[in-house]
């Protein structure tokens, strides 16, 4: 009988718990001005985010490839880096239409995304963020950035783009895991590099730390915009645990969640701005996040590698020359701002053009 009761009572108290914990989710402290969306911009960056998957090096440093004709036509590459040895990628260049240096990260590349998705929901948040008390993040998510190629070629990048162009304004973008490195990065140049005209637009990124550095983020780089997919899976992981809110990934704001609504042929897309909180549950958080394809689609753009495979670039001779390479075979393609890229196709043209350094 007493065992009963120990047991009935153990049972009242969980659910008390439970249920105050639930009414007490973690709100991130968002008192500042919030972006504000832009649909004609994101339909330029979300070309950036998918260009930035191609594996032809030659094409995406002269800015010949399939995916560099549209909204992103007369980009300047400044920098292209490879890191082969964590199979990611990222370039650096100007674009004068929109008078702003654009960076773009690669999403994963992987010979199966599934298994990569399946491993977003273990991830644990197991690296205090430097410099924010209580500030949790992924040290996967923070790695791939920080301790990296990745991070000194940009910084590099930007620096000879800022030296020749003067102040531009910084835009940042990435698609999945690359939307996780783009908003490390333009923390890092928020924080530590004093850069203060940094806008960064995600497509389908993960969660990337808890509610305190989701806080300390939406302060530091408030011009940031999230973009999630109708029933994208990503942005669903890590898991968002609303009972254990002191130990749960949280977004930062602010999402803008794309879905249609319609039957058959009368079917529309709505691009809904969300709340400042970044987990505001009638956006994406209102649906099941079960869907790969919304996830390499966004706008009508694919965000993919023409195929999936291991790490593999291909790249004309004459523009290894405008190369370094690492003892680790990773690689940078660097040339002074607006000078041209000569290759074998255009070796005969003009003469006089300029040859960047290396």
Known sequence: MIMERKTWLTLVIFTCLIASSCGRELQVKNNHKQAAYNHTLATILVEYASAVYISDLTELFTWTCERCNGLTKGFEVIELVVDIENCLQAFVGVAKDLNAIVIAFRGTQEHSIQNWIEDLFWKQLDLNYPGMPD???????????????????????????????????????????????????????????????????TFGQPRIGNSVFASYYAKLVPNTIRVTNDHDIVPHLPPYYTYFPQKTYH????????????????????????????????????????????????????????????????????????????????????????????????????????????
């Not at 940009?154 to 940042?172: N, R, S, W």
């Not at 370094?324 to 890229?341: E, Q």
């Open 251 to 358: 977004h930062f704001p602010r999402e803008v969640w794309l879905y249609n609504l319609g039957m058959g042929s009368l079917v529309y897309t709505v691009e809904k701005v969300c709340d400042s909180s970044g987990e505001d549950p009638t956006c994406s958080r209102s649906v099941t996040g079960n869907s790969i394809a919304d996830h390499l689609s966004y706008y009508g753009i694919d965000l993919k590698c023409q195929d999936w495979r291991s790490c593999k670039i291909v790249m004309d001779p004459q523009v290894a020359e405008y190369g370094k390479t690492d003892l680790k075979g990773n690689f940078i393609l660097s040339r002074a701002p607006a000078t041209r890229v000569n290759t074998r196709s255009n070796e005969g043209e003009g003469e006089g053009e300029g040859k960047a350094s290396a």
């Open 135 to 201: 500030a949790m993040v992924h040290h996967g998510f923070y790695a791939a950035y920080h301790n990296t190629t990745i991070r000194h070629g940009i910084l590099h990048a930007v620096k000879e783009a800022k030296e020749f162009y003067g102040e531009l304004d910084i835009m940042v973008t990435g698609h999945s895991m690359g939307g996780a490195m783009a908003s490390f990065c333009a923390l890092d140049l928020t924080v530590n590099h004093e850069a203060n005209n940094v806008q960064v637009m």
